[in-house]
C-alpha cells in the first residue's frame, strides 16, 4: 500500500482509492473519503476521481480491504499490558513446562517487587492439576508471585506474596495447598497489582492498546471495578487514552449501587456504566459459576456473589440515573437471577425505560431458550467471547468435564440469541483469551457446537457496531457517510460471503445479492492482516515496512 506524504493534520482530507470499501451504502465500494473524522463518501473507483483533487491525502490501497474497525467490548487493559510484559504461562503443555517457564523467568530479573503472570490452564496439562504451593515457592527461589488461572477467577501464590497479605488465611476461599478464590483471591490480586509502580502500569496500558491498535481494533470496552483494579488504574487508564494516540476506550466500573449518590460517583470516574465485571458469579474453569444443578466433576453448584434483590436494585438505580448496568453471569443460575431481577426493576420503572436503557450481561454462556427469550424481552445486550467456546468447548473440553457433554453443548447459543433478536457484542476478555478480533469471528462462525453457528457476516457485525450499540451509540462500527471514521485497512486473500447454510452462502456470493464480501475465515486459512488502523480520522497503527 502506498501514500501520499501528506503531514499529519487533525482535520485533513483523506481519498483512500484502489481497494475494497466493506459498506452497506454500497456493496461494491472502491473508495472511501475521509474528513473531520467522519466518513464522507463511499463509492466506486469512477467517481472517486472527482475527489482526488481536493483533498489532502490519497491513498492507493492496492487492492487492500477497508473495514470498520473492531471493537473488542471486553478488556481488562492493564492486566492484559502486564501479560504482554510479564510472564507468559499461556504456550505451557504441562505442569512441568509452567514451573520451568517460572523458573527462567524469575532468573533473568531482580528480586524486588512482585512477579506477574499469567495463563496456566490446567484443564490442558496431563497432570490435570496446578503446581502446588511447595513447587511454585521452589521455582520462584522465595520470590513473591501470583499467576492466575487463565480465567483469572483464581490464582497460585508463593509464600512470600501470602506473608504480603495480613489475615489472609481467614478469608473465604483461602486454601492452604490448592489455588485461591473468592476473596482470598481479591485479596492477594490487590496486593501483587498495588506492588505496580505507576510507571509500570502506564506502560502496561500503553502496549495494551498498542497492540489492540495492531490488530485493527478501534475501540475497547475497559471492564473495571474494585474487584478487579483500582480507581487509579481505571481513571489512569482513560486519561492516557485521551491524551494519546489510541484506541478510544469506553470504560465500565463494575460497582453495586442503590441510590443517586452512587451513580453520581460513577459518572465522577468517567465510567459510562456501572456495569463490566459486576460479579453475580464466577466461572466455570475454577468451579465457581452458579449452576442450577451440581458439577459433572464436583460435589456442588458454584458460588452465587449477587441475588435478584440485589441486582434489582442496582438496575433501578442506573436506569433512573441514565447509566448502563451490566453483570458478569456464566452459570445458568446467575443468568437466571439476573433475568428475575432485571424484570423486577422493568415492574417498578417499566419496561420501555429498561430497554432504552440498553443493560448489559457479560459472558452469559449457560442460556435456555426460556432466559434467551427474557434478553430479548428486556433488552439485554449479549457480551460474549467466542474464543471462549474454540478453547474450552466440544465434546473433550473443559466444559465438558465440569458440566457433562450435554449441558456442554447448551453454552454460548450465539444463533438462538440472535434468531431472538438479542444484540451482541463480541469480546475477548483479555487477558484470558488474546485479542484476536478476525479469529473471534472465525470462532462463532465454526463454533464447536454446530447449532449455534453464525454466518461470518453476522459474528463480524457484532464485533464492529454490536461493540457500538453495546455502549448506546448507533453511528459506529460501519462505514456510511456521517459515521465515525474509525477503520482498519487489511492485506487479505479472496472476499467472500460465509453462512452455517451452504445454500446461503453460494446465493450471497454472487454479485447480484448486493452482498458485501469478508476475508475466507475457514479454519486452517490465513486470516488477514492489519496494514493500518484509523481512529476517528487519525492513524494510530502503521504496519511497520508497509
Known sequence: MTESTAPQSEHRTVLLRGGDVHSPA????TAMVVERGHVAWVGSEGAADAFASGVDEVIDLEGALVTPAFTDS???????????????????????DALALVRAFVNGRSAEGVVLGHGWDAARWPEQRPPSRGELDEAAGGRAVYLPRVDVHSAVVTTALLDLVPGITALSGYHPDAPLTGD??????????????????????????????????????????????????????????????GPRVFGYWAEHIDDAKGARRIRELGAVGAAGDLFVDGSLGSHTALLHEPYADAPHSGTGRLDAARI???????????????????????????????????????LARIRAARHRVEHAEMLTPETVAAFAELGLTASVQPAFDAA???????YARRLGAERAATLNPYAALLRAGVPLAFGSDSPVTALDPWGTVRAAAHHRTP????????????????????????????LVPGAPADYAVWRTGEL???????????????????????????????????????VFGQTVYVRPNE
Open 312 to 350: 434489582a436494585a442496582h438496575v433501578t438505580a442506573c436506569t433512573e440515573a441514565g447509566l448502563q448496568a451490566g453483570f458478569h453471569a456464566i452459570g445458568d443460575a446467575a443468568v437466571s437471577a439476573v433475568v428475575a431481577g432485571v424484570r423486577a426493576a422493568s415492574e417498578t420503572l417499566g
Open 184 to 245: 482470598a483471591h481479591h485479596a492477594v490480586r490487590a496486593a501483587a497489582h498495588g506492588a505496580v509502580t505507576p510507571w509500570q502500569r502506564a506502560r502496561a496500558q500503553r502496549a495494551a492498546l498498542d497492540h489492540a491498535a495492531s490488530l485493527g481494533i478501534g475501540t475497547v470496552h475497559e471492564c473495571a471495578g474494585p474487584e478487579i483494579s483500582d480507581e487509579e488504574d481505571f481513571t489512569g487508564l482513560l486519561k492516557l487514552a485521551a491524551e494519546q494516540p
Open 496 to 534: 467472500l460471503v460465509q453462512a452455517p447454510d451452504d445454500r446461503v452462502a453460494r446465493w450471497s456470493t454472487d454479485p447480484r445479492s448486493g452482498t458485501p464480501g469478508l476475508p475466507d475465515l475457514t479454519p486452517g486459512s490465513e486470516l488477514p492482516v492489519c496494514l493500518r488502523t484509523v
Open 74 to 96: 471486553h478488556v481488562h487493559t492493564t492486566s492484559t499490558g502486564l501479560a504482554l510484559t510479564g510472564l507468559d504461562l499461556s504456550g505451557a503443555r504441562t505442569l512441568a
Open 392 to 398: 474450552w468447548g466440544g465434546p473433550d473440553g473443559m
Open 451 to 478: 447449532g449455534h453457528r453464525v454466518s461470518v457476516r453476522a459474528g463480524f457485525t457484532a464485533h464492529t457496531r454490536g461493540g457500538w450499540r453495546a455502549v448506546g451509540r448507533d453511528d459506529g462500527g460501519v
Open 26 to 29: 454500497d456493496p461494491f465500494a
